[in-house]
């Protein structure tokens, strides 16, 4: 489920449980498909259709919000990048650094422009995407003394927070689509 802040700007994503637990709690206000905020109360009331999640109740089905609104949380999220092996293919889209070719994922490997063999560290400005071909071909030695060329110097990307959901997300909502493009 899509969190927003008290000015409607995207601040994560959360499970399904923690959204129920917001909205009975009142710290949310549930957004249905139309914008129109809801507490909890008038939430459980929402005609539920096969277009919703839901959860099975005792008085029936209870539909999922998808977007919650927080009612008091005014702060405007720091997109916190970490350094994993899948940020670090997307910052270079799935792109080899050396020959530029934009393969799979898991034909790809991370590269330590200078080998940890010779103290590269394991960091954003040390990381990139290759081929397994030129990740082989430059073996323990640096891109210069290999004769190979990076295709762009490596650096911690600047993601907004709303460009990290979109990153995770396969498929966002469709009820995410104006807050995800305003952000």
Known sequence: MLVLNAYFSPVSVTTARRAIVLLFGGAARALDETGETH???RWCHLPVDSAHDVIPTVSGAFRIPRVLHLTRYDRVPHAIVRLTRKNVM???EHTCQYC?????????????????????????????????????????????EAGMRLLRR??????????????????????????LKAG
């Open 39 to 41: 507490d909890f109360s």
């Open 90 to 92: 997307l910052r270079d």
């Open 100 to 144: 530029v070719r934009t393969l799979p994922a898991r034909e790809l490997n991370l590269d330590h422009v200078l080998p940890r063999s010779r103290g590269g560290a394991d960091s954003w400005d040390n990381l990139v995407t290759s081929c397994r071909r030129c990740n082989l071909e430059k073996g323990r030695r640096t891109p210069e």
């Open 154 to 179: 490596p650096q911690k990307p600047r993601w907004t927070t709303t460009a990290q959901i979109l990153l995770a997300e396969r498929e966002p909502f469709s009820e995410w689509a104006p807050f």
